[in-house]
């Protein structure tokens, strides 16, 4: 990830977002900076995806106390893809439970490609972290319902409260990812056959490529993170969606893993846990604070939009999100309680 942050004061956190005035002039500064950057490419791996308009571009903020700031195409619509991922795993978090969630599904980094058959594999068949396609396989399959058509209405319903709004599959994008997704089908197979997935591997497979499919905007995105930001509570609707400690579970693993192969050199840039998307979307949280939503179809060597990380890194320094950033308590001026020695006076002592 090659994000440059040259110029860009860092701002330490305070615990509030600054005022809504200084948001929207944050949101349109980090967009200006960031729309020059044409590179990267579309995605090509689903034939709806390739068909995105490369030059769009949303963003949106939501805040914990349910304002919503908007900028550019943030009412575009486009498929949700990996950062559904984010939203059930919090489902299966609040009705499994943490133990159980991070025994079957695991918490760390592979290291290797978000669909990549030979992760499993090295370990022995167990799926590494809910961010992986192997993951997300494996916790869409946890999710309570008697028949993969009850778990496949349970996975809407429950991202659509997230979100404050009833969600509508993206059909052509499920139509066409239904075709080509012969290697998440195998690595449903996969898991099955290491007994990490109960039922039917295929069938598997078809709720979690419905649930990529979902149509959702940058503004959908921001108020679902901003969900996760309030601890449960969606701040626009006002309902219930999860647990606190479901919300914090769920920050910890997308600090870790949200972005691809990156997912440490995000965190060392931004400060705060996020997840991807293919579709071009980056999703972000700041605890306690928003979330912050950025679109754009053109993407980086692994995957991730190259306008949505420059705009997210921007906001994170100048809103005061990274959650590194701190200052020293004591105040500045005041003069050390202790002098060191200088050399001198340390070699007399010997
Ligand atoms: N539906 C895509 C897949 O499973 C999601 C990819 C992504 O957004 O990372 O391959």
């Not at 002039?25 to 020059?36: G, H, K, N, S």
Request: charged share 20%; proline share 6%.
């Amino acid at each position: 990830m090659d994000i440059d942050v040259s110029g860009i004061p860092v701002t330490v956190s305070t615990g509030r977002l600054p005022a809504p005035a200084d948001v929207d002039e944050a949101i349109v500064a980090a967009a200006a900076r960031a729309l020059p950057h044409t590179e990267g490419a579309v995605a090509d791996c689903i034939p709806t995806l390739a068909r995105a308009d490369p030059g769009s571009f949303g963003v949106a903020l939501a805040e914990v106390g349910g304002e919503v700031h908007e900028w550019g195409d943030s009412r575009l619509e486009f498929s949700i893809q990996s950062v559904s991922k984010a939203f059930v795993y919090a489902l299966v978090c609040q009705e499994l439970g943490h133990r159980a969630v991070h025994d079957r599904v695991g918490v760390n980094n592979t290291g290797l490609p978000f669909n990549s058959l030979m992760a499993l594999e090295l370990n022995g068949g167990h799926p590494g972290n809910p961010m992986v396609n192997a993951g997300a396989l494996v916790t869409t399959s946890l999710v309570p319902g008697a028949t993969p058509a009850r778990q496949w209405d349970r996975v809407r319903r429950c991202l659509g409260a997230f979100c404050g709004r009833e969600l509508d599959v993206d059909e052509a994008t499920y139509r066409a990812e239904s075709r080509t997704n012969g290697r998440n089908r195998a690595i449903a197979e996969l898991l099955a056959s290491y007994g990490h997935i109960e039922g039917d591997p295929v069938a598997v497979a078809d709720v979690y490529t419905r649930q990529c499919s979902l149509a959702v905007t940058t503004r959908d995105l921001a108020v679902m993170g901003a969900t996760l930001a309030d601890g449960g509570i969606n701040p626009v609707t006002g309902e219930r969606v999860v647990d606190p400690g479901v919300c914090r579970d769920t920050l910890a693993v997308l600090a870790s893993t949200g972005l691809y192969e990156r997912s440490g050199e995000w965190l060392f840039e931004i400060g705060l846990p996020g997840k991807s998307g293919v579709s071009g979307s980056i999703l972000t949280v700041s605890p306690g604070k928003a979330g912050i939503a950025a679109f754009s179809p053109r993407l980086d060597a692994v995957g991730n939009s190259v306008r949505a990380q420059r705009v997210t890194a921007h906001l994170s320094r100048s809103l005061g999100l990274d959650v590194f950033a701190s200052a020293t308590a004591r105040p500045t001026t005041a003069p050390p309680t202790t002098a060191r020695p200088t050399d001198e006076e340390s070699h007399d002592q010997h």
